[in-house]
């Protein structure tokens, strides 16, 4: 994903930027645990998918990346947030992330908890930080990033995950499933972008499913790449199949490319990020 | 507390409400335990104390009750929200609150950390969409939730009294740490709400540190309301005796009471609120 290049590393200076001004001390009291806590997560590599998709919206529409960032930020700390979370031992109880050590086994179970809890609430206050003097923009925002990531989108999403059991949801539930869990966050990373790049309704309309078709393709290709070995039980390959997934795959990719002929972005990097996702191998 | 007994009534009423606007399923999926989670410790009883003071400040100024209440149910929200992960087995395993069970004993762990993160992510929605006819009132109102509620606020204050022992705390430290940990939402009740008002800056300021004077003064006679059969290692009585412990509330209750004449409203609601606290026995 090399041509993301430049773009993941504003949005990495951007969150270590942010990262810089949580003081360690307070009035003589010692914050270093749950800064180094968040700064683990929010620096432990990733694909930056979400805020470079953000981006990527501003370039298209000849927004300049810095009126982007804030949002793009926000939406990496509520994602960021919600790994935290989603790996603690009362949820998935995972102990290790992209090859290191998850954050509640290097801080410890409250510090996690905090740490992502900081990363939720914070994010609020980037957006109403970041687009301040745009206020009627800002509410906007922050009403879409409640929908997302709220009872309606990821923690819906998570809650559903938590206590059905995937493997015995239809197909149409588990679209459903991950609609909420993982592609609200990234519609709302393309549409949220198109907000702030003051595009008329009918635009943001389109920005909006773009985001949701790519987002399901993220999915897809992400249980494809999972099921290279074994498939796993409620997956889109355990339901579907190999080849179906790779029919799914490819007809929500088309979707995606629909949606940016309509935009007149038939060409650009919003396509080459339909292919990126496509060509991916991990 | 029975004068607050009418706009307690309002906070309930409306929390009540909100719950009601959160689908039981969506797209057949169920999400019926996260709802109830989230009502079960919104409903639990609990004096309302901030978001009645979030109302009296409305009163002072003669604005309605209608206006103050998405503010005064998002601040009750972000509190309830910090009680359910307080409670949790890996902060400090509370089984109970209030006389009943802790959401965890209820709910389950992974059912109670996404009610909690729901009540903090919808707290935000409730802000913009409430507000969403004056934007630059609610970016503002935003921002305090952020400053209050986030790293500078309860969750430092939070890590800082899970990672340090209070014990061992200076007095000056101590205060810091509950000045941020419950301090900070008691105070923005009163600041968010001046802002509601339209107050000019000065009268905000006023608000603002009536309400940081108030909250300390409610920790106080906490601490000294729970040191009435033992005193608590790192309580304000441990660290001050009993007797400095009553003094330093009346001088804290006078402060607040200078605050209300600099206001001109040195008798009213928000005077009775400073005796209702110094009154209560629970």
């Not at 290049?5 to 504003?10: L, P, V």
């Not at 981006?55 to 926000?74: C, D, H, I, N, Q």
């Not at 925002?141 to 059905?164: K, P, S, Y």
Request: net charge negative; hydrophobic share 40%; charged share 25%.
């Amino acid at each position: 994903m090399s041509f993301l290049g430049e773009r993941k590393e504003w949005v990495d200076e951007a969150l270590v930027n942010w990262i810089g001004h949580l003081e360690e001390s307070q009035g003589g009291l010692g914050l270093t645990s749950l800064k180094k806590s968040v700064e683990y997560s929010l620096t432990r590599g990733g694909k930056r998918f979400r805020p470079v998709l953000s981006l990527l919206v501003g370039e298209a529409f000849a927004v300049a990346p810095k009126r982007l960032l804030p949002w793009a930020v926000a939406v990496e700390m509520i994602h960021t947030y919600s790994l935290i979370h989603d790996d603690l031992p009362c949820m998935d109880n995972d102990t290790v992330r992209r090859g290191e050590p998850t954050n509640h086994v290097v801080f410890g179970e409250s510090t996690a908890l905090l740490a992502g809890d900081t990363l939720l609430t914070e994010a609020f206050g980037v957006v109403a930080f970041g687009y301040e003097s745009e206020p009627q923009t800002a509410v906007h925002l922050i009403r879409l990033l409640t929908e997302a990531a709220g009872f309606r989108g990821m923690i819906g999403g998570q809650a559903v995950d938590m206590n059905a059991k995937t493997a015995d949801l239809e197909l149409s539930e588990l679209m459903r499933m991950h609609a909420m869990k993982t592609g609200a966050l990234i519609r709302v990373a393309a549409e949220g972008a198109a907000l702030v790049c003051g595009l008329p309704e009918p635009k943001r309309q389109l920005c909006r499913e773009f985001g949701a078709h790519l987002g399901f393709a993220f999915q897809l290709q992400d249980d494809l790449l999972d099921s290279s070995e074994t498939i796993e039980k409620g997956s889109y390959p355990d339901k579907l199949g190999l080849e179906k997934t790779k029919e799914k795959l490819l007809e929500v990719s088309a979707q995606a490319r629909e949606c940016l002929k309509r935009l007149e972005l038939t060409e650009g990097p919003l396509a080459d990020l339909i292919q990126m996702n496509l060509d991916r191998t991990y």
